[in-house]
């Protein structure tokens, strides 16, 4: 049921999603929003690398071959979203901090499935869910501040259309309210046959639950046509108790760590010059491809010291994700995707495997967002 689910929401994604460009500053500044939330994927058949010798030798079915895919299907829905309209009366009557302002559900499903001849057994998959609110403000053209320039309307905001050889930039505050856990029942640690702990996490019904709070704080400067650059600072909070439906496992103390410290770098450039230096006009790779884009998400865990429990010497408190996306214009919610990871493993329970791994996979994005200006 859950797979099904996931299809029919990758189906709808290439049934929604279009690859006009923007002429406003609303629609680029909206558009560009969706970029501040992790990339979505499936990746192709890999093998990920051990970076220390492992507690206990893994098993076919927890990944000893590898794996046949993975997929990682972040969404954003907006529940609440408040913009000047140009009717005074009714702008007026909203506190000014909540003008600009979002209020969103996220949803995120993670899994991977192992390289098992037979079977292709699923491991357990991440389900992250929460709230979120956003505040965008300092929007600016060349360095000036505009003011009424993201509106429902376009004729409202007919005089802050976007103009291509213009820079233009603005800046966001987040905070979120999330869940993340895999679903397994009680038990964390894979065991003998006597039931004693074997100082290993169970990789394939062990039990991952944590919640955590976290404030961002982004700043994004963009040129139509040209490029899209995104900065993103965050802090984040892990909390909860054992006893909670929701909880914060206590077999989680002293080895997964709860605070955190994250940075994001995003990069989207044009590849217009290059297509017209490389090929005619008419050509077919001409405008295939039209852009591309690297992002690295990083973490840092602040309280390693503490994770006494961890089984290793270095407790890996760093880890880094590092992407190339390539969307193809015929397909606006596909892309070519390249991802390199070093760190603790990022699923769920698996944090107690740190790995190094090069992936080649696709993306798929609802709602990508694009360097293209106007209907051009």
């Known amino acids: 049921m859950r797979i099904q689910l996931t299809l029919t929401l990758i189906v709808f994604m290439f049934l929604m999603n279009t690859m006009n460009g ?50 990682h299907l972040p969404f954003r829905f907006i529940l609440r979203s408040k913009r000047k309209t140009g009717n005074l009366k009714q702008d007026n009557t909203f506190i000014p901090f909540w003008t600009y302002g979002r209020i969103f559900l996220d949803y995120g499903f993670h899994t991977r499935v192992a390289s098992e001849v037979e079977s292709g057994p699923i491991l357990p998959p991440t389900n992250r869910w929460g709230i979120g609110l956003e505040k965008t403000f300092d929007l600016r053209s060349n360095g000036k501040v505009l003011d009424n320039a993201w509106s429902f309307t376009k004729e409202y905001s007919s005089t802050h259309t976007l103009d291509p050889e213009t820079f233009h930039s603005f800046k966001t505050l987040s905070f979120f309210l999330h869940h993340y856990s895999n679903g397994q029942p009680a038990g964390v640690f894979k065991t003998d046959a006597f039931g004693n702990n074997l100082n290993r996490n169970n990789y394939l019904s062990g039990d991952f639950s944590t919640n955590f709070w976290r404030f961002t704080f982004s700043y994004h400067r963009f040129r139509p046509q040209k490029y899209h650059l995104g900065l993103i600072a965050g802090w984040q909070q892990e909390f909860g108790k054992d006893e909670w439906s ?48 690297v992002r690295i998400d990083t973490e840092f865990i602040t309280d390693f010291k503490k994770l006494d429990l961890f089984p290793y010497e270095n407790k890996y408190p760093f880890s880094i994700h590092a992407y190339l996306d390539i969307p193809i214009r015929p397909l606006p919610a596909l892309g070519i995707l390249l991802h390199w ?31 293209r200006f106007g209907d051009d």
């Not at 500044?29 to 990746?43: A, Q, R």
């Not at 058949?45 to 076919?60: C, F, G, S, Y």
């Open 22 to 71: 923007q002429q406003y500053m609303y629609e680029a500044v909206n558009s560009i929003l969706h970029t501040e939330k992790s990339p979505s994927y499936v990746i192709f058949k890999h093998q990920p690398k051990a970076l220390e010798d492992r507690v206990i030798p893994l098993k076919p079915e927890e990944g000893k071959n590898g794996y046949r895919t993975e997929a």
């Open 246 to 293: 929701w909880s914060f496992r206590q077999e989680q103390e002293g080895r997964y760590g709860k605070q955190r410290i994250l940075l994001s770098g995003f990069y989207q450039f044009s590849l217009n010059k290059i297509n017209q230096i490389l090929f005619k006009k008419g050509e077919f790779p001409l405008g295939l491809i039209e852009e591309m884009s």
């Open 341 to 371: 990871y070093r760190g603790r493993d990022y699923l769920n329970i698996r944090y107690d495997d740190p790995i190094s791994v090069f992936q080649f996979g696709i993306s798929l994005e609802l709602f990508r967002h694009t360097l």
